[in-house]
């Protein structure tokens, strides 16, 4: 297996462990966004906040340069996919 597969796998595995234990489970209790100057950036980022006050924000990179967006695609297949943007 190539190099950087194994280190894709090995991420993968790690975060995904990682954001699973965070997110499954809890009730969304809010939805919106935060604004530019909390986050250092120059647009509003959405972010899904948990019951237990788990905060998810979109951001552009792993590194946070800037605020991204969000794809949502509904279970429901008569339901359009829609995106929650950065503004």
Not at 19 to 48: F, M, Q, T
Request: charged residues 25%.
């Amino acid at each position: 297996m190539p190099r950087d597969s194994i280190r894709a796998q090995v991420a993968m595995t790690t975060f995904g462990a990682l954001a699973e234990a965070a997110i499954v489970g809890k009730r969304i209790k809010h939805v919106g966004w935060v604004h530019p100057d909390d986050l250092c950036v120059s647009h509003y980022a959405p972010i899904i906040i948990l019951e237990d006050d788990t905060q998810i924000v979109a951001m552009s990179d792993d590194e946070g340069n800037e605020a991204g967006s969000l794809a949502v695609a509904p279970g429901d297949e008569n339901e359009p996919p829609f995106q929650l943007p950065r503004i």
